[in-house]
């Protein structure tokens, strides 16, 4: 069975400060897919890393992926309040009859303080 | 262009009754795959519908069913409705299609949420 650990799972922390969010899977996973969700919002596709090494970025916003540690981060440099959202790893995994659905992490609340 | 649309949006039942939530995907997405959300369990996948076919189901009972319809709609069904079925059930749509590599971006819905009472 596919398990998805994120933490932590709150975080509270000052604008203009770095921090990184952890995801850990368990087994082999083909995809590893960050979303964003605000307070009684949908979920906004951020990152989706494929590989190995793969590393994307948008603004303040960094993802990374260790296949062989099964491991992805999610950095967040110089915190803005904007960023104040939940934020869900999530990954899937191929078979022949396509994708399986994804599997969630616990989501971080990460709130950020003026 | 329009993204993915659900309706209702908020609704309230009582134990024992049935539901039915709908789902309009991104024009031109095939895929369509439901989610519910809980504060318990957080995300939990329902089943994915492709080309009308259920491809995949997650570990839910048989009261939690859906459908496709050619024109990629699709709904889902909970009947015999019990205090533990309330949540947001979100949506999404993505390309899908057979993927042996690449992403299979998934686009999500505002969600429908539902009260048991």
């Known amino acids: 069975e596919l398990k998805v650990e994120q933490n932590p799972l709150f975080l509270s922390m000052q604008e203009g400060k770095n921090y990184t969010i952890y995801c850990n899977y368990s087994t082999t996973s083909d995809r590893l897919y960050w979303y964003r969700q605000d307070p009684g919002k949908s979920l906004e596709s951020l990152f989706v890393?494929?590989?190995?090494?793969a590393v994307k970025q948008e603004g303040r916003l960094m993802a990374s992926l260790d296949t062989k540690a099964r491991l992805s981060t999610l950095h967040i440099t110089a915190a803005v309040h904007d960023l104040s959202a939940t934020y869900f790893c999530a990954v899937d995994r191929y078979s022949g009859g396509g994708a399986d659905g994804l599997t969630f992490g616990k989501g971080t609340h990460l709130i950020i303080q003026p | 262009k329009a993204g993915v649309t659900q309706t209702p949006r908020y609704l309230i039942k009582t134990r024992g009754q049935q539901v039915t939530l709908s789902c309009s995907p991104i024009s031109g997405h095939r895929s369509v795959s439901w989610y519910q959300q809980t504060p318990g369990q957080g995300l939990q996948f329902l089943f994915e519908?492709?080309?009308?076919?259920?491809?995949n189901k997650g570990n839910f009972p048989g009261r939690f069913s859906g459908r496709q319809f050619s024109n990629s709609r699709s709904e889902m069904n909970v009947s015999t409705l019990e205090l533990g079925d309330s949540a947001l059930y979100l949506c999404?749509?993505?390309?899908?299609?057979?993927?042996?590599?690449?992403?299979?971006?998934?686009?999500f819905g505002a969600g429908s949420r539902l009260t048991v009472l």
């Open positions: 519908y492709f080309s009308e076919t259920q491809r």
């Open positions: 999404a749509s993505s390309l899908g299609g057979l993927l042996l590599s690449g992403a299979n971006v998934l686009t």
């Open positions: 890393l494929l590989s190995n090494g």
